[in-house]
């Protein structure tokens, strides 16, 4: 038995969900958003905020002053500066005694780090034997051993010594090796930072 579908014969334009473009009337709807008259007028109402006495032209031009009207924030005794305060004003004579009793600042510890004291302790023989080991086994005597055994800093063992060619090789070969398994992105950004310290040298 045949099944037979009724196809409506109404109009498209006149079908309740007409597509917006096949309209006459139709017009491109913005999609600025607008504000609301109720909270533009809220806005409004809330900057229209008259200026502080302070901020005003003083009537008496014949001094100066200075205008301190430090901006809102949670109230504390040291929001106003001494130098603001009235003379009979409590805060004076309680922020006197908190100055008294404070440590003095030659006992407080400093932020910077001390110093090392500069030590001029190594003889002509002590820096011949630094080259001797230093030349003879690179390997075994670093810059870092012979600090250590000489009890001074390594920029002073690479100051009065060099390596051995061989062991400059040998680092060579290992750079060589690490560089070789870097991929696009690590060997672009060492190429940048090359390029950067070539530019600090040019001033740019």
Same mark, same amino acid.
């Given at each position: 038995?045949?099944?037979?579908?009724?196809?409506?014969?109404?109009?498209?334009?006149?079908?309740?969900?007409?597509?917006?473009?096949?309209?006459?009337?139709?017009?491109?709807?913005?999609?600025?958003?607008?504000?609301?008259?109720?909270?533009?007028?809220?806005?409004?109402?809330?900057?229209?905020?008259?200026?502080?006495?302070?901020?005003?032209?003083?009537?008496?031009?014949?001094?100066?002053?200075?205008?301190?009207?430090?901006?809102?924030?949670?109230?504390?005794?040291?929001?106003?500066?001494?130098?603001?305060?009235?003379?009979?004003?409590?805060?004076?004579?309680?922020?006197?005694?908190?100055? *008294?009793? *404070?440590?003095?600042?030659?006992?407080?510890?400093?932020?910077?780090?001390?110093?090392?004291?500069?030590?001029?302790?190594?003889?002509?023989?002590?820096?011949?034997?630094?080259?001797?080991?230093?030349?003879?086994?690179?390997?075994?005597?670093?810059?870092?051993?012979?600090?250590?055994?000489?009890?001074?800093?390594?920029?002073?063992?690479?100051?009065?010594?060099?390596?051995?060619?061989?062991?400059?090789?040998?680092?060579?070969?290992?750079?060589?090796?690490?560089?070789?398994?870097?991929?696009?992105?690590?060997?672009?950004?060492?190429?940048?930072?090359?390029?950067?310290?070539?530019?600090?040298?040019?001033?740019?």
């Amino acid at each position: 038995m045949a099944t037979f579908i009724t196809v409506s014969r109404r109009p498209i334009m006149g079908m309740p969900f007409g597509i917006p473009f096949l309209l006459p009337s139709y017009e491109p709807v913005s999609l600025e958003s607008r504000r609301n008259q109720s909270s533009y007028r809220r806005t409004k109402q809330r900057l229209r905020i008259k200026p502080d006495a302070s901020f005003g032209l003083s009537s008496d031009k014949s001094h100066s002053h200075i205008v301190y009207n430090p901006p809102s924030s949670s109230p504390s005794v040291y929001h106003t500066p001494t130098k603001f305060l009235p003379a009979n004003d409590a805060r004076r004579s309680l922020r006197a005694d908190n100055y *008294a009793n *404070a440590p003095a600042v030659e006992e407080l510890p400093s932020v910077f780090k001390s110093e090392a004291e500069k030590k001029y302790h190594l003889t002509p023989s002590d820096v011949t034997e630094i080259r001797k080991l230093r030349l003879n086994d690179p390997m075994t005597w670093s810059r870092g051993k012979l600090a250590k055994r000489f009890d001074c800093s390594p920029l002073f063992i690479a100051q009065v010594c060099q390596t051995s060619p061989q062991k400059k090789e040998i680092q060579k070969q290992v750079l060589e090796a690490v560089q070789s398994r870097w991929g696009a992105k690590r060997r672009m950004a060492r190429e940048d930072r090359k390029l950067r310290k070539e530019s600090w040298g040019r001033d740019e």
